[in-house]
């Protein structure tokens, strides 16, 4: 090899040496921000539709005092299989009201189809 050459090559090793802790540095920096970004978000999310959700609490009381008085079943008995037709039915249309409520609270998995 001739000695530009080398000269190059090493200059070239040198840069990259020297470059690569600020890019890694700055990618590093980048994803911590955008995951505190959407923290953030997250968060501020959920204290926006906290009256939503107690709002929706109250309502799944009232439907449990209306079909279930003596608290045989659980506050959530999705899956509970004695549970009167109608009892069902009121829970499914109250929770389908408040879906944008739950899934920014609990997230998307409230959107798998539900059995019943």
Excluded: S
């Excluded at 080398?6 to 802790?21: K, Q, R």
């Excluded at 609490?57 to 037709?85: G, M, N, T, Y």
């Excluded at 039915?89 to 920014?104: P, R």
């Amino acid at each position: 090899m001739e000695a530009p050459t080398i000269t190059n090559v090493l200059l070239g090793i040198i840069a990259i040496a020297l470059l690569l802790p600020l890019v890694t540095r700055g990618h590093r920096m980048y994803k911590q921000r955008k995951a505190r970004l959407k923290t953030e978000l997250q968060e501020r999310l959920r204290i926006e539709v906290e009256p939503f959700y107690q709002e929706y609490l109250q309502k799944l009381d009232a439907l449990r005092e209306k079909h279930d008085p003596e608290h045989k079943w659980r506050r959530h008995p999705i899956d509970v299989p004695d549970l009167p037709p109608a009892y069902r039915a009121d829970i499914n249309a109250l929770t389908e009201g408040y879906k944008g409520v739950l899934v920014v609270r609990f997230g998307n998995h409230l959107l798998q189809p539900t059995k019943g």
